[in-house]
């Protein structure tokens, strides 16, 4: 079995920062791309940033500049380093991976909650 664990959201100022941690766990043989999204109230769930195994990254045109991913493949971590930090990031933010076991599946954690006061 594959856990995601966030954690890093909490609360912040505009123009603050935060950087949110997701660790993988359980059997795992390979993990391939890894993936922050977001989902804020009313709203679709969005991708924020990705990952490649090989450090290629991705970002959504509103974070681009300020977002900043990055992974640890020895302790099959991921990390989004979020600075200046504006009223219309908070969501729930969620880390994704597709992880090979038996097979490469897709795996979800929790989300953890960023607000971002004005």
């Known amino acids: 079995q594959v856990q995601l664990v966030e954690s890093g959201g909490g609360l912040v100022q505009a123009g603050g920062s935060l950087r949110l941690s997701c660790a993988a766990s359980?059997?795992?043989?390979?993990?391939?791309?890894m993936d922050w999204y977001r989902q804020a109230p009313g709203k679709q769930r969005e991708l924020v940033a990705a990952?490649?195994?090989?450090?290629?990254?991705n970002y959504a045109d509103s974070v681009k500049g300020r977002f900043t991913i990055s992974r640890d493949n020895a302790k099959n971590m991921v990390y989004l380093q979020m600075n200046s930090l504006k009223p219309e990031d908070t969501a729930v933010y969620y880390c994704?991976?597709?992880?090979?076991?038996?097979?490469?599946?897709?795996?979800w954690g929790q989300g953890t909650q960023v607000t971002v006061s004005s």
């Open positions: 990952i490649t195994s090989g450090g290629s990254t």
């Open positions: 994704h991976a597709l992880i090979v076991t038996t097979y490469q599946g897709s795996y």
């Open positions: 359980g059997s795992i043989r390979r993990i391939n791309a």
